[in-house]
């Protein structure tokens, strides 16, 4: 069971040691993250000018978001006039509501769902069991997300904390799955018990990863094709989307396409790219009759207004997830919100308030290897330090953290103390504690630090002493 | 727009909605230029290796390849292909695949029963959907299958092999081409299948054929070849 993850201890520092603590887990992170790093490094190439398409795709973005008033009323009128149906939602409550509203004036008791961010953002499943509808995540991870009451901690891999015992446990006990450790026969009972679903189903909910202005298209990705299922057989089809996810053209949305699948998971393609305009036409032997797009703010506007507008470049694709070494050791569930890692650091306080969350934009060493990850070149590190700086001047920042920050302006400021203090730190901290160059075990307030990495003990020779040197003797 | 009942029990007006996001954008509206065309995102050029391009991505992708060189050969193959699956029942929509009636015609001297396009849960039952590809991109080894009164959205996802036929003419280089053959009027559902249906949530293991079809064949026909 996985109680333990679904009931998380509501501090960021407790939520850290029990993801270090909890065996196997930062290995097996660790491996999956590592290889979709390194198929997303060994493809990105093939598109013969990597950066600069990423600079256009983060150019896209920003002209989209600088008019984006202007692209979503477009996005809108051509939805409407393909026969689709808008639905505007402030909060994510209201998008639940409008959701299930649909569900109820078609007598809709059946709902397959599309793995979608944002309806992961609203709790949209919890929403719609407590209307009394059945709902289904179709998606393999999700599904066993689902029927084991977890939380997903991977934007594009939610099962990546599971193991396969696990799993084959999960089936055992909810689907009555006799207990194997072969993934394809797993899979395979997941696609018998889910192609009912799909069959019967009255109603299928979508995210959407593009949504193209100039035809009113709505765009999802997906490999396993459960997202062209729930788009195809329901009669009623809901796509839900966040204000920012729209581009201008159809050759915006190649641009997109080509980084999006390479940076996720190093594929070339998604397997399935999948376009949506609007209901079935007159003819057509199956698609939905119905076709709904509710578009959502929940806090997107506030971003679109503030200092960190860049963030709406954001296309989900995880990368920056799979090149953090934070992200790899404490796993998705350590950050407590929906989105983790890097990304996840600036999306959860923006989104669900920042004193709330004031420890996320602190847990980053600021390495930049995110940065270097992102399709869409969000300054990640950059804004870090921002909120960080933001939540010092909210006055969240510990009185410890505020005094310490302050004697270290004052000691870099001065020749004198500098050289003194790390004068009396080799010759006390590192002589008396220091093994093999390494502190395992500070004493208070540099225990936060060692209780979960060691800490490098300084250099037996300051560097300005070694600089000295060599200028006196080059 | 009159504020309904609607819209304040169940979310708010567009009218509203626009506005907000303009004034989180404020007065002083970016100026981001974009490029006037995408060319520069381009990767495969328009020329000799196209074809060639796109048969390696394709297999490449997972997906099964038959180059064939004229539509005779077509019904051949695909009646080899059938053969090897040992498809009992095969799905074969209405496009305008080529020699469609010669092709049904044999299948069904093969002993294969053809269902019905027009019966709901045809694509569940049969063994094999045959559908026409409309459009090849080499850059990704993708297909293109679209949606219209023909065919089924189904007949190349709920059956468990499914076989799309293509003329190299259709190939274009790039999904830049791709994104300029398309506009208005759009078709309902447009999709790029690229390799069979796949999942690698368990561990990272890759799996075939989780809800999609765990084999997809690409019969390529040539161009110019004997009709």
New interface residues.
């Given amino acids: 069971m996985s109680d333990a993850h679904t009931t998380a201890a509501p501090d960021f520092h407790t939520r850290v040691a029990e993801a270090i603590a909890t065996p196997g887990l930062t290995a097996?992170i660790t491996?999956?993250t590592l290889?979709?790093y390194e198929g997303r490094k060994a493809i990105l190439p093939?598109?013969?000018?990597p950066l600069?398409?990423r600079e256009?795709a983060a150019?896209?973005k920003?002209?989209t978001?600088?008019?984006?008033?202007r692209y979503?009323?477009l996005f809108?009128e051509n939805v409407q006039r393909?026969g689709g149906q808008?639905?505007?939602?402030?909060t994510g409550e209201?998008?639940c509501?409008?959701i299930a509203?649909i569900g109820k004036d078609r007598g809709v008791r059946r709902i397959v769902k599309v793995k979608s961010m944002a309806s992961e953002e609203i709790h949209l499943d919890h929403a719609l069991e407590a209307d009394g509808f059945e709902v289904v995540e179709?998606?393999?991870?999700e599904f066993?997300i689902q029927i084991d009451h977890d939380r997903p901690s991977h934007i594009v891999?939610?099962?990546i904390h599971?193991?396969?015992p696990q799993?084959a446990r999960i089936f055992e006990r909810v689907i009555g799955t006799p207990y194997t450790e072969d993934?394809?026969m797993?899979?395979?009972a997941?696609?018998a018990y889910?192609?009912e679903k799909?069959?019967t189903a009255d109603m299928g909910i979508c995210g959407c990863n593009f949504g193209v202005a100039e035809?009113g298209?709505v765009c999802i990705v997906t490999?396993?094709?459960?997202g062209?299922?729930c788009?195809?057989?329901p009669k009623v089809l809901v796509a839900l989307m966040g204000?920012e996810k729209v581009v201008p053209?159809?050759?915006?949305?190649?641009?997109m396409?080509?980084l999006l699948a390479k940076s996720a998971?190093g594929?070339?393609?998604?397997?399935?790219?999948?376009?949506?305009?609007?209901?079935?036409?007159?003819?057509?032997?199956?698609?939905p009759e119905e076709f709904h797009v509710?578009?959502m703010?929940r806090g997107r506007?506030?971003i679109?207004?503030g200092e960190y507008r860049e963030v709406l470049r954001c296309i989900r694709c995880g990368a920056c997830l799979n090149a953090c070494p934070v992200y790899r050791t404490i796993g998705g569930h350590a950050y407590g919100g929906v989105y983790p890692g890097p990304i996840g650091k600036l999306i959860t306080p923006l989104l669900e308030g920042m004193c709330e969350h004031k420890d996320l934009p602190n847990a980053s060493s600021l390495c930049g290897a995110c940065l270097d990850a992102c399709p869409v070149q969000i300054p990640i590190p950059e804004f870090l330090i921002r909120m960080r700086d933001d939540l010092r001047q909210r006055g969240q920042m510990h009185w410890f953290q505020r005094l310490a920050f302050r004697m270290w302006r004052i000691g870099m400021k001065s020749k004198f103390l500098y050289s003194l203090g790390s004068r009396m730190g080799h010759i006390f901290l590192d002589g008396l504690l220091a093994r093999d160059g390494w502190h395992s075990k500070l004493p208070p307030p540099g225990n936060v630090w060692t209780d979960q990495r060691d800490f490098p003990a300084m250099a037996p020779r300051p560097f300005h002493r070694m600089w000295k040197d060599l200028q006196e003797n080059p | 727009m009159p504020i309904g009942w609607e819209s304040i029990v169940l979310g708010v007006s567009q009218e509203e909605f626009i506005r907000s996001i303009r004034e989180a954008i404020g007065n002083d509206r970016p100026l981001v230029e974009l490029p006037s065309d995408r060319e520069m995102a381009r990767v495969v050029k328009a020329g000799g290796d196209v074809v060639d391009r796109f048969c390696a991505m394709a297999v490449d992708a997972k997906m099964r390849l038959y180059r064939v060189a004229g539509e005779a050969a077509l019904v051949e193959t695909i009646g080899k292909v059938l053969a090897d699956i040992d498809a009992k029942s095969v799905l074969v929509t209405d496009e305008p695949l080529p020699r469609r009636d010669e092709l049904v015609r044999a299948i069904r001297d093969d002993g294969r029963q053809i269902v019905d396009l027009r019966e709901d849960d045809c694509a569940f039952t049969a063994d094999a959907g045959i559908t026409l590809a409309r459009m090849g991109i080499a850059e990704t080894g993708s297909i293109v299958i679209r949606s219209g009164s023909d065919t089924r959205r189904l007949a190349s996802l709920a059956v468990p092999e499914h076989i799309a036929v293509l003329r190299e003419g259709q190939i274009v280089p790039d999904l830049l081409d791709w994104a300029a053959t398309l506009g208005s009027p759009m078709p309902a559902n447009e999709v790029l299948i690229t390799g069979p249906s796949r999942t690698a949530d368990i561990e990272l293991n890759l799996v075939m054929g989780v809800h999609g079809p765990k084999n997809v064949h690409v019969v390529l026909v040539a161009q110019g070849g004997p009709a």
Avoid: C, W
């Avoid at chain 1, 093939?46 to 000018?49: A, F, M, S, V, W």
């Avoid at chain 1, 978001?65 to 008033?69: I, P």
């Avoid at chain 1, 179709?138 to 991870?141: E, M, V, Y």
């Avoid at chain 1, 490999?223 to 459960?226: A, M």
């Fill in positions: 097996a491996r999956a290889r979709q093939e598109l013969g000018r600069e398409i256009l150019k896209i920003d002209h978001l600088a008019n984006l008033d979503l009323s809108v393909n808008v639905h505007f939602a402030r209201q998008a509501r409008i509203q179709t998606d393999l991870g066993i891999a939610p099962v599971k193991t396969t799993i993934p394809q797993l899979t395979m997941a696609r889910l192609r799909f069959r035809t298209t490999n396993e094709g459960n062209r299922y788009t195809s057989r204000l053209t159809l050759a915006d949305l190649a641009v396409l080509k998971t594929q070339r393609l998604t397997t399935y790219t999948n376009l949506m305009t609007g209901p079935k036409r007159p003819g057509d032997l199956d698609g509710v578009i703010d506007t506030g679109l207004a």
